[in-house]
T-cell receptor, first 117, second 114 residues
Framework: EAGVTQSPTHLIKTRGQQATLRCSPISGHTSVYWYQQALGLGLQFLLWYDEGEERNRGNFPPRFSGRQFPNYSSELNVNALELEDSALYLC????????????????FGAGTRLSVL | SQKIEQNSEALNIQEGKTATLTCNYTNYSPAYLQWYRQDPGRGPVFLLLIRENEKEKRKERLKVTFDTTLKQSLFHITASQPADSATYLCALDAGGTSYGKLTFGQGTILTVHP
């Protein structure tokens, strides 16, 4: 069974440009999560999508946005890139959200390394 | 304010010993807590989940405890091996308005020396 896949692996942009990162969840998973992992800051929650809807977002400015498609894949868009956006962006998926804790285990992709010059 | 802290940034131990990692939290009432392993350049990999009403959970050489009174989880790796060297992250779901969001600790870098 294929795991969570993210593309591209690496992305180099200049300040002010836009970046688009893509994620394909594990087959059968409907929830997709995005995290930013900047050096020294740990994983910071960005966004959560489930069944095509944004369900929660972290403390990031509106220039971080995304969407989830009918096939449950997702993309993260970062507009007006700043130098401090350089980080590893991780996508995770989980089965449909529910009160059963085991459904809330998150399965991560290998990430997209975004470098803003 | 809410905070998750892992006891140390780095832990060095000798092969065969037990590694004990600590995760403390404040101003959370999590229903469960998870532990993940992350290797350099890779995404975290789920290891164990423990619910608030469980005191201890085991999986092979791994053991997790959860003390909601102390607001602390301990993660143990027994008979450690160099292959266990990685960053270990604790994560919890705060519930409420943080519904669906996992909050991660900063991680502890474990190095097991042969």
């Amino acid at each position: 069974e294929a795991g969570v896949t993210q593309s591209p692996t690496h992305l180099i942009k200049t300040r002010g440009q836009q970046a688009t990162l893509r994620c394909s969840p594990i087959s059968g998973h409907t929830s997709v999560y995005w995290y930013q992992q900047a050096l020294g800051l740990g994983l910071q929650f960005l966004l959560w999508y489930d069944e095509g809807e944004e369900r929660n977002r972290g403390n990031f400015p509106p220039r971080f946005s995304g969407r989830q498609f009918p096939n449950y894949s997702s993309e993260l868009n970062v507009n007006a890139l700043e130098l401090e956006d350089s980080a590893l962006y991780l996508c995770a998926s989980s089965p449909a959200w529910g009160k059963r804790a085991s459904k809330n285990i998150q399965y991560f992709g290998a990430g997209t390394r975004l470098s803003v010059l | 304010s809410q905070k998750i802290e892992q006891n140390s940034e780095a832990l060095n131990i000798q092969e065969g010993k037990t590694a004990t990692l600590t995760c403390n939290y404040t101003n959370y009432s999590p229903a469960y807590l998870q532990w993940y392993r992350q290797d350099p350049g890779r995404g975290p990999v789920f290891l164990l989940l423990i619910r608030e009403n469980e005191k201890e959970k085991r999986k092979e050489r791994l053991k997790v405890t959860f003390d909601t009174t102390l607001k602390q989880s301990l993660f143990h790796i027994t008979a450690s091996q160099p292959a266990d060297s990685a960053t270990y992250l604790c994560a919890l779901d705060a519930g409420g308005t943080s519904y669906g969001k996992l909050t991660f600790g900063q991680g502890t870098i474990l190095t097991v020396h042969p």
